[in-house]
């Protein structure tokens, strides 16, 4: 996919929550920086201090954390979605969490210094960038309650729903951790889950 059309993936999910003049979208493309990652690269490992936010163009990142050396799977990150940590925006505060590149995938990065100089410049863009934010947080906060109040049935068959193509992309093993459930558990919800279509 070349850079321009790129950017203007960007520039739709932009003009989806408000209306731009070209003076706002030609500052918006000119700041973005594209970058592209293969499978199995990490964009933010354990201990790093993460100051980027991640729109996803194309490709497909797991979010996961690591306890007693198994991998937690705690989010799927794939086209038109933005990876912001919510430590990036905490002082000298390093992530517990891994996000890997389980496609090769292209991103546009961004960080809060850009962000700053574009607002200066175009104030009513940092209104647009506080829905994103509010948006992406509302979004984990829902991921994070569903975590205490889900079932691991309700949980995958919510990510069925929402994120079917999920399951083409990624391991069992990964989707059986990320509904909080070892691989022959999830197997006996998919039968059951068969068995009562």
């Known amino acids: 996919m070349t ?3 790129m950017e203007h993936r960007l520039i739709n999910y932009f003009l989806k929550i408000t209306t731009m003049t070209a003076e706002e979208i030609k500052a918006l ?3 973005m920086v594209v970058r592209e990652y293969q499978k199995g690269d990490f964009l933010l490992k354990d201990g790093q201090r993460n ?8 490709g ?4 996961y954390k690591l306890t007693d050396r198994e991998e937690i799977t705690t989010n799927f990150f794939s086209e038109g979605q933005w990876i912001i940590s919510l430590t990036s925006f905490t002082d000298d505060t390093s992530t517990s969490d891994y996000l890997v590149c389980e496609e090769n995938i292209s991103v546009v990065v961004g960080n809060e210094q850009k962000a700053q100089e ?3 410049q175009f104030p009513r863009l940092e209104t647009v960038s506080r829905v994103v934010m509010e948006t992406v ?3 984990q906060q829902k991921l994070l309650l569903s975590y205490h109040t889900d079932t691991p049935e309700q949980r995958y068959l919510s990510l069925l729903k929402n994120r079917p193509d999920i399951f083409q992309r990624v391991p069992k093993y990964h989707i059986a ?3 909080g459930v070892k691989p022959e558990s999830l197997s006996r919800i998919r039968k059951r889950i068969m068995s009562n279509d």
Do not use: H, P
């Open 137 to 139: 947080f509302a979004e």
């Open 177 to 179: 951790s990320y509904i």
């Open 51 to 58: 100051a980027d936010t991640f729109f996803i163009m194309t």
């Open 3 to 5: 850079t321009w059309k």
């Open 60 to 63: 497909l990142v797991r979010q």
């Open 29 to 31: 493309t000119d700041s």
């Open 118 to 120: 574009i607002f200066q």
